[in-house]
């Protein structure tokens, strides 16, 4: 999705300003999915603006300037479900973990088994904050991307537990590995 549907997107959930926008779309769920920078934002939203998908109203601050409150209009709302309406092009994954390993061989086999360490508590951490917030789960469809979600990650998180006894067998030999881990 490019820029401009990422503000349509957010601000279809309730008037904000550009950094409110920037802020939500830095955090969980969006984050997880897309990446933008305020260098897109604020552009995109003066686009927007102009061609009547968002209203912008300034909003005084006191001593510091006025801020613009941008808020979704209805020819912004049918733009948006137009584009969430046609078919998702395919999904581009982009993994510094996964670089890593495609070139783990270069790497001392302790470094690259302590890598996957690392990532293996990442994982747990994410679903514990996933098991935490279903809460906030608003719609149906969200609650669907939600068990997505735990569903990818739990997948991740089993692959490299069940794995990394293998992966350290191979790169240290089975009478280097650690017995806990060997066990594992």
Not at 87 to 107: A, I, V
Request: proline residues 8%; glycine residues 8%.
């Amino acid at each position: 999705m490019d820029a401009k549907i990422l503000c349509l997107a957010v601000l279809s959930r309730g008037p904000a300003s550009g950094y409110e926008i920037k802020k939500r779309l830095e955090q969980p769920p969006h984050a997880l999915f897309q990446d933008t920078s305020f260098g897109s934002i604020y552009p995109a939203l003066r686009l927007l603006t102009g061609e009547g998908a968002v209203s912008a109203e300034a909003v005084a601050q006191g001593k510091r300037p006025a801020k613009k409150i941008f808020s979704l209009t209805e020819a912004g709302r049918e733009r948006l479900i137009s584009a969430l309406s046609q078919p998702p092009g395919p999904d581009r994954l982009r993994s510094d973990f996964l670089f890593t390993l495609l070139y783990g061989d270069l790497l001392p086999p302790s470094l690259l088994l302590s890598i996957i360490d690392a990532r293996i508590a990442e994982l747990e951490e994410r679903l514990a904050w996933m098991g935490n917030c279903g809460g906030s789960i608003t719609s149906p469809s969200a609650a669907f991307l939600h068990g997505l979600g735990l569903t990818y990650y739990q997948s991740c998180l089993d692959y490299l537990r069940n794995n990394r006894p293998r992966l350290a067998a191979d790169l240290l030999g089975p009478k280097q590995v650690p017995h806990e881990r060997a066990a594992e």
